[in-house]
């Protein structure tokens, strides 16, 4: 046994080593997406033998999904700050209308400012993510109320019921129609067309979400 994982065996107790683990799974995928995550080393970053990471995840994939959720975790976290620093019109109709499109703006502006953790949440879970969101949809158990990127769609959209611009049965349609929009955009302005400047960024997201918003609140 080396200094090195003694040393880790009196440092992490239970449950500590694998949120370490994790949180460095999370910056590996913040440099090179989920490709990046690999159990080896995660363990290396930590300080501890693979085989104390293996106490943890039995697999690679068990390690890629627990990372994975985490990002999405993140995103929620990013989208929530977002949204709660944007003033809103005294207008319920208006103050709902912006608070979604400020909504698909933190989650678009999320993949420009961190791909390798965007993709990572959408890409790197191997037992699949599904839409966020969408009806049947389970939220993470383990977000210990974190704000999700599902119920942060679902509390814009429902506060647009509430201010009478959509049919509450219509919620289906409209969280994929939103999701389809941001992360279209998303996909679009991170691996399609990179080299956009700044202006051109914005003005494109712009435009994606006055679209969405339009044809949202339509449904009304």
Known sequence: MTQQTRRAR?????????????????????????EAVVLREVARLVGVAPNSAYGHFKTLAALKSAVAKQALRE????????VAAVPEPPDPREA?????????????????????LFRTAMDGNPSGVGTPGSPGHEPDPDAEGQPQPDAI???????????????????????????????????????LQPGLSAAERGTAIDNGLRVLLLGVTALG
């Open 96 to 116: 709902a209308a912006l608070h979604l499109s400020e909504v698909g703006r933190a989650y678009v502006q999320f993949a420009l400012d961190e791909p390798g």
């Open 153 to 191: 769609l679902l509390a814009a959209l429902n506060r647009l019921t509430e201010a009478g611009c959509l049919p509450p049965e219509e919620t289906g349609a409209a969280v994929v129609a939103s999701w389809a929009t941001v992360h279209g955009l998303a996909t679009i302005l991170v691996n």
């Open 10 to 34: 009196t440092t992490y107790h239970h449950g500590d080593l694998r949120a370490a683990l994790i949180r460095a799974g999370i910056e590996l995928a913040r440099t090179g997406g989920p």
């Open 75 to 82: 995103l929620g976290a990013a989208m929530a700050a977002h």
